[in-house]
């Protein structure tokens, strides 16, 4: 049986950004409520203008759900800082509305965190609905480091080795001959599920602790969406808190397959904010060099596209992605989309 909330007598708050998914949202509501116990704990949801139905459902269905109502889009960093500002708990959560949350997850979550003092920040692995690991890219203050990282990310190479138990193999045995920026590109997959310090953890299910926010700050909001938990993780290690990923512990990520491909609708807002993460880190000679890489990166693959283009039946397919890899390349050689507000 959950405990109630009290005044000042909060463990964790947990933060959920919404905006036109009031199915994954139920479910994900639903989730919390059926997976966390023995942990004092307010749910505060933050509706970034849905038009979809969702602040009805959880004012119907979820009355004791927090629910504040944007009437305009205020972006993951700044309705999760809206949570924060009404916040109790001694640790805040930031969870997807796309997520399930399997038993257990935020009880070690917490507790690994009641047991490090000096650790500022927790994540958990990410899995597919189908079970199978969804990797994300471990970025770290590096510049070169980044660099390699887009662009192994720009061309898929992970997809190359398409076999789990193959990309286990390869992270576990080749790793050191691979180096150790395509090792934490590939450290998902690694079968341990010991506890160990990242730069890095995602913003789908990632656990602060209020002390560290209270001395680092609040998420940066000139990054609409992407990368504002790259920069998050950053700070507080800057500040010496520590970051650990728990890949024992494990959320379910119902993300789309089509975000996770070359070119996509949101490949734009994506690069616009590793623009300003550059930006912020690098100056301008990080910028330039991020543009080069981006640009020559697409123009590679928009070469490929137009054989395809022009040799397969599937020609509708194609001339999308060759539009949309136009755009990005467009969008990367202005020089006004990733200044500082």
């Known amino acids: 049986m959950l405990e109630s909330n009290k005044l000042n ?9 919404s905006y036109n998914t009031k199915d994954l949202l139920k479910t994900c509501l639903e989730s919390v409520y059926e997976s966390i116990s023995r942990i004092r704990f307010e749910l505060i949801v933050v509706d970034n203008g849905s038009l979809d139905g969702s602040k009805e459902m959880i004012k119907d269905e979820f009355p004791e759900v927090i629910l504040i109502e944007n009437k305009n889009n205020a972006g993951f960093a700044g309705a999760n800082n809206q949570a924060f500002s009404r916040s109790k708990g001694r640790f805040f959560l930031l969870l997807n509305s796309d997520t399930k949350l399997p038993a257990g997850t935020i009880s070690a979550m917490t507790g690994f965190m009641e047991l490090h003092s000096q650790v500022g920040i927790v994540g ?61 590109y590939l450290h998902h997959y690694s079968p341990s599920k010991m506890p160990y310090e990242v730069d890095w953890v995602p913003g789908v299910c990632l656990l602060a602790r209020r002390e560290a926010i ?28 520590k970051v650990y ?92 989309n990733f200044a500082y507000k």
Not at 220 to 228: G, I, R, S
């Open 9 to 17: 007598d909060v463990d964790l708050t947990i933060s959920i950004i």
């Open 124 to 184: 958990c692995q990410q899995i597919r609905p189908d079970g199978s690991i969804q990797p994300t890219i471990n970025f770290s203050l590096n510049m070169w480091a980044n660099l390699w990282l887009i662009f192994l990310s720009l061309f898929q190479w992970k997809k190359l080795i398409l076999n789990a138990r193959a990309r286990s193999f390869v992270t576990r045995y080749l790793g050191w001959a691979l180096g150790k920026t395509v090792g934490s």
């Open 214 to 241: 209270d001395q680092v700050g609040l998420l940066d909001e000139n990054f609409f969406m992407y990368n504002e938990d790259v920069d998050w993780c950053l700070r507080m290690k800057q500040k010496g808190w």
């Open 245 to 336: 990923f728990l890949p024992g512990n494990k959320v379910v990520h119902y993300v789309t397959q089509s975000s996770e491909r070359i070119f996509d609708g949101v490949s734009p807002l994506r690069y616009k904010s590793a623009f300003y993460f550059f930006t912020k880190y690098y100056g301008e000679k990080g910028v330039l060099l991020l543009r080069i890489l981006v640009i020559v990166s697409i123009l590679i693959q928009e070469g490929f596209f137009l054989l395809l283009y022009l040799s397969s039946d599937r020609r509708e397919e194609f001339r999308k992605k060759l539009r949309l890899g136009w755009d990005l390349v467009k969008f990367s050689l202005s020089f006004d």
